[in-house]
């Protein structure tokens, strides 16, 4: 295991004290006072709002009593065979600090229990490298440790040099794009998304870490890329220190990767499927939350000519499509689209969008649900949603169609139905004399806006399927597009 930075005397013991939003440190146990008690507090904050749920407040600190964090660290120790104590002792933190994968331990409410995949050839592909390895190193454990579960579970992967496969694993640091940023050296390793469409079984590795293929000082890529396509496939973590889905990092590569444990939650999962080589393929058991698709089946065809958008924005280096609970992701640079459900992209969402606005000073974005909406910088959803009337509007405003954001006069429109009010970015006040009519401001816009989005002095309305290009200096349209050329369709 990894070095110990505190001594085994020293514990940290959490008080409850209802008039404080956090708990009070004391320390017991030792005369020696410990030499960062505040920052073992903040270690403790992030691990369990990170694996645990932990809800904490737009300044980090905890948004309830100090009861659910004394709750948290029982989970956690529950979880790990320590002492369910509650308080920091040396060997929670010792757990706190071991590498690990980013994956929580408890189950987010919003995933589906027993998600795998319906078919039993899956695809892979590798993206960015990691420069630690040669190339052709890289390959051959990720093969490895991809045929580990094809051997326990008559899945087949099959390679392919395209974006667009069931898994595909990346090399990455920091935020990228997925609203899971990595956090440097050490800490998260790497995690992976469940079976599903888009995001779904895709695999992230902390280019940070230093990879190695077995032996000195780093990490085991066969190892944790083992671990990390157990999620991929739809394992949950596993609270034996023998499972390779256990969550942190073992320092010795066993001579078996999966335990007899592992096999059997494998197995469990996919020995009704399709066997191959049958000739006539036939589903065993029909599992209900198999029986009906995840989404519907218009959902799932981005060039379905009535598609429509409920909210569209800029988010980054990359365009945001919302419709219902479903998202698409294009990014500027790239030819293919993301796309998956919304909390497959960002975990805190589990509603529809209304209207989404960017502000690239600010490299924010700003997304509306009914009376209520969340702030997202860089690709983190910052604290919990706010009050739509955080910017004024009279009471009986209870949700918005469509908002945007015009760089070029630091206003942000909000329309509704056939009105629109302008709000001021820079004083962060409604402009005087508003709402005002839509279709006396923005002639030729004369339905209900979906969604509405600004590009280099044009505001694009869309309203329906069709998408209305508005000169904000000619003032009038001058073009009109279907909605789904935007998807490149
Ligand atoms: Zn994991
Ligand atoms: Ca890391
Ligand atoms: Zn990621």
Redesign the pocket.
């Given at each position: 295991m990894q070095v110990m930075l505190l001594p085994v005397w020293f514990r940290v013991l959490l008080l409850l004290d209802p008039g404080l939003t956090a708990p009070a440190l004391v320390l017991e146990g030792g005369s020696t006072p410990s030499p960062e008690p505040q920052l073992d507090l903040q270690l403790a904050t992030d691990y369990l709002h990170q694996y645990y749920n932990l809800q904490t407040d737009p300044s980090g600190r905890m948004r309830r009593s100090g009861l659910s964090f004394t709750s948290k660290v029982k989970d956690m120790q529950a979880f790990f065979g320590l002492n369910e104590t509650g308080v920091l002792d040396s060997d929670t933190l010792e757990v706190m600090r071991s590498p690990?994968?980013?994956?929580p331990d408890v189950e987010d409410f919003s995933q589906v229990q027993g998600t795998r995949w319906n078919k039993n050839i899956l695809s892979y592909s590798i993206g960015r490298y990691t420069r630690d390895l040669p190339l052709s190193t890289v390959d051959s454990l990720i093969q490895s440790a991809l045929a580990v579960w094809a051997r326990a579970s008559g899945l087949t992967f099959v390679r392919l040099h395209t974006s667009s496969a069931d898994i595909r694993v990346e090399f990455v640091t920091n935020a990228h794009g997925d609203f899971y940023p990595f956090d440097g050296p050490r800490g998260t390793l790497a995690?992976?998304f469940g079976p599903g469409l888009g995001a779904g079984g895709d695999t992230h590795f902390d280019d940070d870490e230093r990879w190695t293929a077995g032996g000195g000082s780093g990490f085991d890529l066969l190892m944790v890329a083992a671990?990390?396509f157990?999620?991929a496939l739809g394992l949950k973590?596993s609270r034996s220190p023998g499972s390779v889905?256990y969550?942190t990092y073992k320092m010795s590569r066993p001579s078996n990767l999966l335990s007899r444990e592992d096999e059997a939650n494998i197995q469990a999962l996919y020995s009704n499927q399709i066997l191959p080589g049958s000739t006539c393929p036939q589903i065993v058991r029909n599992v209900p939350w198999m029986s009906r698709p995840l989404f519907p089946r218009l959902m799932q065809d981005r060039c379905a000519p009535d598609l429509t958008f409920d909210a569209v924005s800029t988010l980054g280096d990359a365009t945001f499509f919302f419709r219902d609970r479903y998202l698409w992701i294009k990014h500027n640079e790239q030819s293919d689209i993301k796309e998956g459900p919304i909390s497959n992209f960002m975990p805190k969402i589990e509603t529809r969008i209304d209207a989404a606005f960017w502000i690239p000073r600010r490299s924010a974005a700003y997304l509306i649900h009914g009376s209520t909406f969340w702030t997202v910088r860089g690709s983190v959803i910052k604290g919990k949603p706010k009050a739509l009337s955080f910017f004024g509007f009279p009471a009986w405003v209870q949700s918005v169609e469509a908002a945007v954001h015009v760089v070029r006069t630091g206003r942000t429109l909000f329309f509704m139905q056939h009105i629109y009010w302008s709000y001021n970015e820079n004083r962060k006040v409604m402009d005087f004399g508003f709402p005002r009519s839509i279709s006396e401001d923005f002639p030729g816009v004369n339905a209900t806006i979906n969604a509405a989005f600004y590009k280099e002095k044009f505001i694009y309305f869309f309203l329906g399927p069709h998408v209305y290009k508005f000169d904000l200096t000619l003032k009038h349209v001058v073009g009109v597009e279907s909605s789904r050329s935007w998807l490149s369709c």
């Amino acid at each position: 295991m990894q070095v110990m930075l505190l001594p085994v005397w020293f514990r940290v013991l959490l008080l409850l004290d209802p008039g404080l939003t956090a708990p009070a440190l004391v320390l017991e146990g030792g005369s020696t006072p410990s030499p960062e008690p505040q920052l073992d507090l903040q270690l403790a904050t992030d691990y369990l709002h990170q694996y645990y749920n932990l809800q904490t407040d737009p300044s980090g600190r905890m948004r309830r009593s100090g009861l659910s964090f004394t709750s948290k660290v029982k989970d956690m120790q529950a979880f790990f065979g320590l002492n369910e104590t509650g308080v920091l002792d040396s060997d929670t933190l010792e757990v706190m600090r071991s590498p690990r994968c980013g994956v929580p331990d408890v189950e987010d409410f919003s995933q589906v229990q027993g998600t795998r995949w319906n078919k039993n050839i899956l695809s892979y592909s590798i993206g960015r490298y990691t420069r630690d390895l040669p190339l052709s190193t890289v390959d051959s454990l990720i093969q490895s440790a991809l045929a580990v579960w094809a051997r326990a579970s008559g899945l087949t992967f099959v390679r392919l040099h395209t974006s667009s496969a069931d898994i595909r694993v990346e090399f990455v640091t920091n935020a990228h794009g997925d609203f899971y940023p990595f956090d440097g050296p050490r800490g998260t390793l790497a995690h992976a998304f469940g079976p599903g469409l888009g995001a779904g079984g895709d695999t992230h590795f902390d280019d940070d870490e230093r990879w190695t293929a077995g032996g000195g000082s780093g990490f085991d890529l066969l190892m944790v890329a083992a671990h990390e396509f157990g999620h991929a496939l739809g394992l949950k973590h596993s609270r034996s220190p023998g499972s390779v889905m256990y969550p942190t990092y073992k320092m010795s590569r066993p001579s078996n990767l999966l335990s007899r444990e592992d096999e059997a939650n494998i197995q469990a999962l996919y020995s009704n499927q399709i066997l191959p080589g049958s000739t006539c393929p036939q589903i065993v058991r029909n599992v209900p939350w198999m029986s009906r698709p995840l989404f519907p089946r218009l959902m799932q065809d981005r060039c379905a000519p009535d598609l429509t958008f409920d909210a569209v924005s800029t988010l980054g280096d990359a365009t945001f499509f919302f419709r219902d609970r479903y998202l698409w992701i294009k990014h500027n640079e790239q030819s293919d689209i993301k796309e998956g459900p919304i909390s497959n992209f960002m975990p805190k969402i589990e509603t529809r969008i209304d209207a989404a606005f960017w502000i690239p000073r600010r490299s924010a974005a700003y997304l509306i649900h009914g009376s209520t909406f969340w702030t997202v910088r860089g690709s983190v959803i910052k604290g919990k949603p706010k009050a739509l009337s955080f910017f004024g509007f009279p009471a009986w405003v209870q949700s918005v169609e469509a908002a945007v954001h015009v760089v070029r006069t630091g206003r942000t429109l909000f329309f509704m139905q056939h009105i629109y009010w302008s709000y001021n970015e820079n004083r962060k006040v409604m402009d005087f004399g508003f709402p005002r009519s839509i279709s006396e401001d923005f002639p030729g816009v004369n339905a209900t806006i979906n969604a509405a989005f600004y590009k280099e002095k044009f505001i694009y309305f869309f309203l329906g399927p069709h998408v209305y290009k508005f000169d904000l200096t000619l003032k009038h349209v001058v073009g009109v597009e279907s909605s789904r050329s935007w998807l490149s369709c």
